[in-house]
Protein backbone atom coordinates (compact mmCIF):
# COMPACT_ATOMS: atom_id res chain seq x y z
CA UNK A 1 0.00 0.00 0.00
CA UNK A 2 1.33 3.58 -0.74
CA UNK A 3 2.12 5.21 2.50
CA UNK A 4 1.77 9.46 2.35
CA UNK A 5 2.66 10.36 5.60
CA UNK A 6 2.14 14.18 6.73
CA UNK A 7 3.98 15.61 9.78
CA UNK A 8 1.44 16.83 11.50
CA UNK A 9 -2.75 16.48 11.66
CA UNK A 10 -3.46 19.50 13.49
CA UNK A 11 -1.19 22.52 14.08
CA UNK A 12 -2.00 26.25 15.34
CA UNK A 13 -0.05 29.32 14.77
CA UNK A 14 0.25 32.90 15.03
CA UNK A 15 0.12 35.75 12.28
CA UNK A 16 3.45 36.18 11.14
CA UNK A 17 5.00 32.87 12.52
CA UNK A 18 6.85 30.78 9.45
CA UNK A 19 5.18 27.32 9.28
CA UNK A 20 6.10 23.89 7.74
CA UNK A 21 4.75 21.11 6.76
CA UNK A 22 5.92 18.13 5.91
CA UNK A 23 5.24 15.16 3.81
CA UNK A 24 6.89 11.71 3.24
CA UNK A 25 6.06 8.99 0.62
CA UNK A 26 7.34 5.46 0.37
CA UNK A 27 6.11 4.28 -3.09
CA UNK A 28 9.15 6.33 -5.44
CA UNK A 29 6.38 7.99 -7.13
CA UNK A 30 8.03 10.86 -9.01
CA UNK A 31 5.08 13.69 -8.79
CA UNK A 32 4.08 14.90 -5.65
CA UNK A 33 1.47 17.57 -4.75
CA UNK A 34 0.18 20.68 -1.78
CA UNK A 35 -3.78 21.03 -2.12
CA UNK A 36 -5.32 23.44 0.33
CA UNK A 37 -9.39 22.09 0.42
CA UNK A 38 -11.89 24.58 1.77
CA UNK A 39 -15.83 24.94 2.06
CA UNK A 40 -17.44 24.92 -0.62
CA UNK A 41 -14.28 25.90 -2.86
CA UNK A 42 -13.06 22.03 -2.97
CA UNK A 43 -9.40 21.19 -3.52
CA UNK A 44 -6.69 24.21 -4.73
CA UNK A 45 -3.32 22.81 -6.29
CA UNK A 46 -0.66 25.27 -4.23
CA UNK A 47 2.85 23.82 -5.86
CA UNK A 48 3.78 20.54 -7.66
CA UNK A 49 6.82 18.61 -8.20
CA UNK A 50 8.15 16.17 -10.61
CA UNK A 51 11.47 15.24 -9.94
CA UNK A 52 14.24 16.27 -6.98
CA UNK A 53 14.70 20.11 -6.58
CA UNK A 54 11.96 20.52 -9.12
CA UNK A 55 8.79 22.82 -8.19
CA UNK A 56 5.92 24.16 -10.47
CA UNK A 57 3.01 26.87 -8.59
CA UNK A 58 0.05 25.69 -8.81
CA UNK A 59 -3.46 27.52 -8.99
CA UNK A 60 -2.62 29.65 -5.86
CA UNK A 61 0.73 29.65 -4.84
CA UNK A 62 1.55 33.29 -3.09
CA UNK A 63 2.29 32.79 0.08
CA UNK A 64 3.81 29.05 0.14
CA UNK A 65 6.85 27.94 -1.30
CA UNK A 66 8.33 24.52 -1.07
CA UNK A 67 11.21 22.22 -1.25
CA UNK A 68 12.17 18.84 -2.76
CA UNK A 69 15.68 17.90 -1.57
CA UNK A 70 14.85 14.48 -1.56
CA UNK A 71 12.38 12.09 -3.88
CA UNK A 72 9.80 10.79 -0.98
CA UNK A 73 9.91 14.40 0.79
CA UNK A 74 8.07 17.37 -0.01
CA UNK A 75 7.59 19.95 1.98
CA UNK A 76 5.14 22.71 2.16
CA UNK A 77 6.62 26.40 4.00
CA UNK A 78 4.26 29.34 5.01
CA UNK A 79 6.76 32.07 5.53
CA UNK A 80 4.60 34.22 7.49
CA UNK A 81 1.98 32.63 8.11
CA UNK A 82 -1.62 34.85 7.79
CA UNK A 83 -5.20 34.45 8.80
CA UNK A 84 -6.60 33.19 5.49
CA UNK A 85 -4.48 30.44 5.47
CA UNK A 86 -6.31 28.53 7.96
CA UNK A 87 -7.36 25.56 6.15
CA UNK A 88 -6.84 22.12 5.43
CA UNK A 89 -3.59 21.29 3.98
CA UNK A 90 -3.59 17.73 1.88
CA UNK A 91 -0.54 16.62 0.02
CA UNK A 92 -0.96 13.53 -2.39
CA UNK A 93 1.66 11.77 -4.83
CA UNK A 94 0.79 10.45 -8.46
CA UNK A 95 1.10 6.75 -9.28
CA UNK A 96 3.06 7.35 -12.80
CA UNK A 97 0.67 5.23 -15.25
CA UNK A 98 -2.90 5.56 -13.86
CA UNK A 99 -2.59 9.29 -12.82
CA UNK A 100 -4.33 8.11 -9.85
CA UNK A 101 -3.50 10.61 -6.58
CA UNK A 102 -2.70 8.85 -3.23
CA UNK A 103 -3.20 11.22 -0.07
CA UNK A 104 -1.91 12.08 3.28
CA UNK A 105 -4.48 12.17 5.88
CA UNK A 106 -4.04 15.88 5.78
CA UNK A 107 -2.98 18.96 7.95
CA UNK A 108 -5.71 20.92 9.50
CA UNK A 109 -3.79 24.76 10.07
CA UNK A 110 -5.48 27.32 12.54
CA UNK A 111 -3.54 30.66 12.16
CA UNK A 112 -4.72 33.28 14.81
CA UNK B 1 -16.67 29.65 -15.02
CA UNK B 2 -15.07 26.72 -13.03
CA UNK B 3 -13.02 24.27 -14.87
CA UNK B 4 -14.75 21.31 -13.01
CA UNK B 5 -18.49 22.01 -11.95
CA UNK B 6 -20.45 19.94 -9.42
CA UNK B 7 -23.98 20.33 -7.48
CA UNK B 8 -22.45 20.34 -4.07
CA UNK B 9 -25.69 18.69 -2.72
CA UNK B 10 -26.47 17.18 -0.19
CA UNK B 11 -28.05 14.46 -1.59
CA UNK B 12 -29.95 13.34 0.78
CA UNK B 13 -31.64 9.65 0.14
CA UNK B 14 -32.96 6.65 1.78
CA UNK B 15 -31.16 3.18 1.93
CA UNK B 16 -31.49 1.20 -0.99
CA UNK B 17 -32.51 4.58 -3.15
CA UNK B 18 -30.63 5.27 -6.52
CA UNK B 19 -28.82 8.50 -6.89
CA UNK B 20 -26.78 9.89 -9.65
CA UNK B 21 -24.39 12.74 -9.79
CA UNK B 22 -22.97 14.97 -12.66
CA UNK B 23 -20.03 16.99 -13.22
CA UNK B 24 -19.36 19.63 -15.98
CA UNK B 25 -15.78 20.49 -17.02
CA UNK B 26 -14.82 23.45 -19.08
CA UNK B 27 -11.31 22.13 -20.87
CA UNK B 28 -12.28 19.95 -23.92
CA UNK B 29 -8.86 18.50 -24.14
CA UNK B 30 -9.61 16.94 -20.69
CA UNK B 31 -8.30 13.50 -21.12
CA UNK B 32 -8.81 11.54 -18.14
CA UNK B 33 -11.69 11.83 -15.74
CA UNK B 34 -11.74 10.14 -12.00
CA UNK B 35 -14.77 9.86 -9.26
CA UNK B 36 -12.83 10.15 -5.84
CA UNK B 37 -14.78 9.69 -2.44
CA UNK B 38 -13.79 11.54 0.60
CA UNK B 39 -15.19 10.48 4.12
CA UNK B 40 -15.54 13.18 7.17
CA UNK B 41 -12.20 13.98 8.08
CA UNK B 42 -10.47 12.06 6.09
CA UNK B 43 -8.34 12.38 2.97
CA UNK B 44 -9.77 11.19 -0.99
CA UNK B 45 -9.49 8.00 -2.38
CA UNK B 46 -9.96 6.82 -5.41
CA UNK B 47 -13.53 5.56 -6.08
CA UNK B 48 -13.01 4.64 -9.81
CA UNK B 49 -11.42 5.84 -13.05
CA UNK B 50 -14.37 6.81 -15.63
CA UNK B 51 -13.67 5.83 -18.98
CA UNK B 52 -14.90 6.95 -22.55
CA UNK B 53 -16.81 3.73 -23.00
CA UNK B 54 -18.76 3.56 -19.23
CA UNK B 55 -17.58 1.25 -16.62
CA UNK B 56 -19.16 -0.20 -13.80
CA UNK B 57 -17.81 -1.46 -10.64
CA UNK B 58 -20.64 -3.13 -8.34
CA UNK B 59 -23.04 -0.53 -7.80
CA UNK B 60 -21.47 2.37 -9.09
CA UNK B 61 -21.63 3.26 -12.81
CA UNK B 62 -19.55 6.15 -14.39
CA UNK B 63 -20.11 7.46 -17.81
CA UNK B 64 -18.26 9.80 -19.71
CA UNK B 65 -19.87 12.15 -22.47
CA UNK B 66 -17.42 14.42 -24.42
CA UNK B 67 -19.93 16.12 -26.58
CA UNK B 68 -21.73 17.64 -23.40
CA UNK B 69 -18.56 17.73 -21.45
CA UNK B 70 -19.59 16.32 -18.39
CA UNK B 71 -19.25 12.52 -16.24
CA UNK B 72 -21.48 11.19 -14.00
CA UNK B 73 -21.79 8.49 -11.35
CA UNK B 74 -24.20 6.58 -10.56
CA UNK B 75 -25.03 4.68 -7.19
CA UNK B 76 -27.67 2.04 -7.06
CA UNK B 77 -28.77 0.71 -3.86
CA UNK B 78 -27.76 2.88 -1.86
CA UNK B 79 -25.96 1.96 1.66
CA UNK B 80 -25.56 4.14 4.93
CA UNK B 81 -21.52 3.78 4.23
CA UNK B 82 -22.62 5.43 0.97
CA UNK B 83 -22.52 8.77 2.48
CA UNK B 84 -19.54 10.98 2.17
CA UNK B 85 -18.66 13.72 -0.45
CA UNK B 86 -17.68 12.44 -3.77
CA UNK B 87 -15.26 14.78 -5.46
CA UNK B 88 -15.19 14.86 -9.64
CA UNK B 89 -11.35 15.21 -11.24
CA UNK B 90 -10.41 15.90 -14.27
CA UNK B 91 -6.67 15.55 -15.69
CA UNK B 92 -6.10 17.79 -17.94
CA UNK B 93 -3.88 17.88 -21.40
CA UNK B 94 -0.88 19.20 -20.06
CA UNK B 95 1.62 17.52 -17.24
CA UNK B 96 -0.16 15.69 -14.72
CA UNK B 97 -2.08 18.35 -13.40
CA UNK B 98 -5.40 16.79 -11.88
CA UNK B 99 -8.58 19.73 -11.18
CA UNK B 100 -10.71 19.00 -8.88
CA UNK B 101 -14.59 19.95 -8.42
CA UNK B 102 -15.90 21.24 -4.88
CA UNK B 103 -17.85 17.87 -4.29
CA UNK B 104 -21.51 16.44 -3.74
CA UNK B 105 -22.74 15.76 -0.52
CA UNK B 106 -24.65 12.50 -0.73
CA UNK B 107 -26.38 11.56 2.73
CA UNK B 108 -27.99 8.15 2.80
CA UNK B 109 -30.25 7.46 5.86
CA UNK B 110 -32.27 4.20 7.25
Known amino acids: DVKVTQSSRYLVKRTGEKVFLECVQDMDHENMFWYRQDPGLGLRLIYF???????EKGDIPEGYSVSREKKERFSLILESASTNQTSMYLC???????????FGEGSRLTVL | RKEVEQDPGPFNVPEGATVAFNCTYS??????FFWYRQDCRKEPKLLMS???SGNEDGRFTAQLNRASQYISLLIRDSKLSDSATYLC???????????FGAGTILRVKS
Open chain 2, 89 to 99: VVRVEYGNKLV
Open chain 1, 49 to 55: SYDVKMK
Open chain 2, 50 to 52: VYS
Open chain 2, 27 to 32: NSASQS
Open chain 1, 92 to 102: ATQEHGTGELF
